[in-house]
């Protein structure tokens, strides 16, 4: 009997997780792919494989780990300007504690950190999507995650997969109403990256709704708590540079990037009057504007949670006004309820040529920013 027991046991518990097995599959087969292809193009590159996998930002998010933040910023523009000041401390800090003030090699853990992490953000948005779209739908969504063209930065060393897994966990927890444990995944997300900030709008409009309907002024908690990531970080900068606006100096002075209403239309503008003559990056921008602002409509059309379509439409606010970034593919899933959308709705022989061409950009792009410096992720 006892052995009848466990077999049934195993038979439910495979039963219970067969509908992530793709999306886990595909995504530890990619991870494994890129870490074969760097590996054997290794001697080609004229570097390191250890400063592959620590390109772009994740140069500056090692830097941060081992070196910390400067007390003093360096003046200048452009360039001259750049300052680890500019990368939040969650995965920096992370990164230093796991490799034991740098015993171990902190990009070794930065990538595992990144890999992991990715992994666990597919795996809580799909159960995000199952609570309001069904099994199919969030199955659907995490393949489409997995495949869409940005995740190539998950084989590198970037945040987004600490901040994806704490903002769809804390979607979870808005959804169940557990306002504490929201607010205090809200504050990782926040202490990580400034796009945490669309939780934290999330938190604030469904606090409100909840206080309006129910009473419920414990939901304030949620809100309150999610902000104090980044005052945390902001407080720091003040106290340990003297300037209260330490972090949007780096931003503006190092990478000349700066809030923008017009950017995206400005992009738009210039490639319909010059299409033949635009860089990559503006046509990447403008197909990516179209992405998320189609998978918004799609989004409303399934009626998701009010938590998680203010998270969509926050996320997707604050790339488009955020210029020189944009909506290119890293901030579009960073939005991933933009993705459910997309998964709800495409189906069929459409959904298979979704797939195909999704594939085939993440395979281009790829390219892109592993060996060559044309187009920044």
């Known amino acids: 009997m006892a052995e009848q027991a466990a077999l049934l046991d195993d038979a439910t518990w495979t039963e219970r997780w067969r509908w992530l097995a793709w999306p886990v599959g595909l995504y530890v087969g990619l991870r494994l792919f890129f870490l074969g292809a760097l590996a054997l193009l290794d001697p080609h590159l004229h570097s390191h494989l250890s400063l592959q996998f620590s390109r772009w930002d994740g140069a500056w998010f090692i830097a941060a780990a081992e070196h910390g933040w400067p007390s003093h910023l360096p003046a200048g523009w452009m360039y001259s300007a750049e300052t680890t000041v500019a990368f939040f401390p969650g995965l920096p800090l992370a990164i230093r504690v796991i490799s034991l003030d740098g015993f171990v090699s902190p990009v070794a853990v930065g990538l595992v950190l990144s890999a992991v992490t990715g992994l666990t953000a597919t795996i809580a948005i799909a159960h995000l999507v199952r609570r309001f779209a069904g099994e199919e739908v969030a199955t659907k969504t995490a393949v489409l995650f997995v495949l869409f063209p940005a995740t190539f930065i998950f084989s590198l060393i970037y945040a987004e997969g600490m901040v994806l897994t704490a903002v769809a966990l804390g979607l979870i927890c808005l959804l169940d109403r557990r306002w504490i444990a929201a607010g205090l995944l809200g504050a990782l997300a926040t202490f990580t990256s400034p796009v945490a900030l669309a939780f934290v709008a999330a938190c604030a409009l469904v606090a409100v709704v909840e206080i309006v309907t ?31 606006g330490a972090w949007r100096y780096a931003e503006l002075h190092g990478w000349r990037s700066t809030p923008s209403a017009t950017f995206t239309f400005s992009q738009i503008g210039r490639l319909l009057i010059n299409p033949a003559g635009q860089t990559e990056t503006t046509i990447l921008l403008v197909v ?5 602002v189609v998978g918004l409509v799609l989004l409303w059309r399934i009626r998701p949670p009010v938590a998680v379509l203010t998270y969509g439409i926050a996320a997707v606010l604050l790339a488009a006004v955020s210029q020189p970034v944009g909506l290119r593919p890293r901030f ?4 991933f309820p933009v993705l459910a959308g997309w998964a709800a709705t495409v189906k069929g022989r459409w959904w298979i040529a979704l ?9 281009w792009l790829s390219f892109y920013e592993f060996w060559t410096w044309a187009i920044f992720p």
């Open 355 to 363: 797939l195909i061409v999704t594939s085939a950009v993440m395979l």
């Open 288 to 292: 990516g504007t179209v992405v998320a």
């Open 214 to 244: 129910r009473r419920t002024w414990r939901s304030l908690a949620a809100p309150l708590l999610a902000s104090l990531g980044i005052a945390a970080y902001m407080g720091y900068l003040w106290i340990h540079t003297g300037m209260l």
């Open 332 to 335: 579009i899933m960073i939005a």
